[in-house]
């Protein structure tokens, strides 16, 4: 889609580097990473302790070894270029300046980590700040159960998801036959189908990501981010 710069600039073109979607191995925080296609689920369920983190009685929250930040959506200079490539319209050298360059491995980077599978621990602490938002949290005998229940039913949500963006679309629903569903606490299923849409938005923007990036100059495309970029 873009044709190559007759002069290659050494600012733009390292000798050595990776591109953030190149296959690599490493945890979460390591850089550069994929952009996977689809989020696998979770094959190891960690065992909760006997003090769950939703119970309101407890003193003692476990804390997740790796915080995993909610996912923020692309700038809105990127977002118009994903629409336009989305929309079939040629890109040329301009469109994608340096800055947006810098800007994609960035988003790329943010992606990567949003998209790890969720873990238990996680959503059970994300469940504790949704049982300060509802009428009828469960009880320091369930608490676990529940969490144990919505983690099986919603593993396949990715971790990025699981904002206060998800916490807040559950709560704001409209009454239901008169029913204040967002004021009680949801069913598995109630709760993955409100978690969904911001899975999927996750997902296309990956793939607007992994399509831009493919479509850029060699020279642009394994240019690793800045050090404002990577902060």
Not at 63 to 73: A, V
Not at 80 to 88: E, K, M, N, R, S
Request: proline letters at 17%.
């Amino acid at each position: 889609m873009f044709a190559p710069a007759r002069t290659p600039n050494p600012h733009l073109a390292p000798t050595t580097g990776t591109s953030h979607l190149a296959p690599t191995t490493g945890t979460p925080t390591s850089a550069p990473h994929p952009i996977p296609n689809r989020t696998p689920a979770s094959s190891h369920t960690p065992s909760l302790p006997t003090s769950h983190p939703m119970s309101h009685s407890t003193s003692h929250t476990p804390t997740p070894h790796t915080p995993i930040c909610p996912y923020t959506p692309p700038p809105p200079a990127l977002r118009a270029v994903f629409a336009a490539q989305a929309a079939g319209v040629p890109l040329i050298r301009r469109d994608v300046p340096p800055a947006l360059i810098a800007a994609l491995h960035k988003h790329a980077q943010s992606l990567h980590t949003a998209l790890q599978p969720v873990t238990e621990l996680h959503v059970a602490a994300w469940l504790k700040k949704l049982g300060h938002l509802v009428t009828n949290p469960p009880g320091a005998g369930h608490a676990a159960s529940q969490c144990r229940a919505i983690f099986e039913v919603c593993a396949d949500i990715p971790a990025g998801a699981w904002g206060p963006e998800a916490r807040l679309a559950w709560t704001r629903q409209p009454p239901r036959d008169g029913y204040p569903v967002g004021a009680r606490w949801p069913s598995p299923n109630e709760l993955r189908t409100i978690l969904l849409p911001f899975a999927n938005s996750l997902r296309r923007d990956a793939a607007s990501s992994r399509a831009l990036l493919a479509s850029l100059p060699s020279s642009l495309r394994n240019q690793p981010p800045t050090p404002h970029a990577a902060a």
